[in-house]
């Protein structure tokens, strides 16, 4: 079986920084595409940031420009360093990887909450 455990959501000011990590353990081969997504009440989950094992990222336009996605494939690891942080920010934020094990599948984390003040 594989997890995903997600640490470092919180309360933050807006204008402020946060750092979320996850961290993927089980029976892994390799890890294709590490993402974070994130769920607002009563919105549809969102993409926030997508990387691959090589490096390539993607982010959803809202946060061009002010989040960061890097992962550390030695330790199956993914983080998202999140800047100028907004209210409209605050959501759950999870964890997704596309694992190889004895075949390929996604797993998510449990989610770690995000919350802007204002």
């Known amino acids: 079986q594989v997890q995903l455990v997600e640490s470092g959501g919180g309360l933050v000011q807006a204008g402020g920084s946060l750092r979320l990590s996850c961290a993927a353990s089980?029976?892994?081969?390799?890890?294709?595409?590490m993402g974070w997504y994130r769920q607002a009440p009563g919105k549809l989950l969102e993409m926030v940031a997508t990387i691959t094992r090589g490096g390539s990222t993607n982010y959803g336009d809202s946060v061009k420009g002010r989040f960061t996605i890097s992962r550390d494939n030695a330790k199956n690891t993914v983080n998202l360093q999140m800047s100028s942080l907004k209210p409209e920010d605050t959501a759950v934020y999870y964890c997704y990887a596309d694992v190889h094990t004895y075949t390929v599948q996604g797993y998510w984390g449990q989610g770690t909450q995000v919350t802007v003040s204002s």
């Open positions: 089980g029976s892994i081969n390799s890890i294709n595409a």
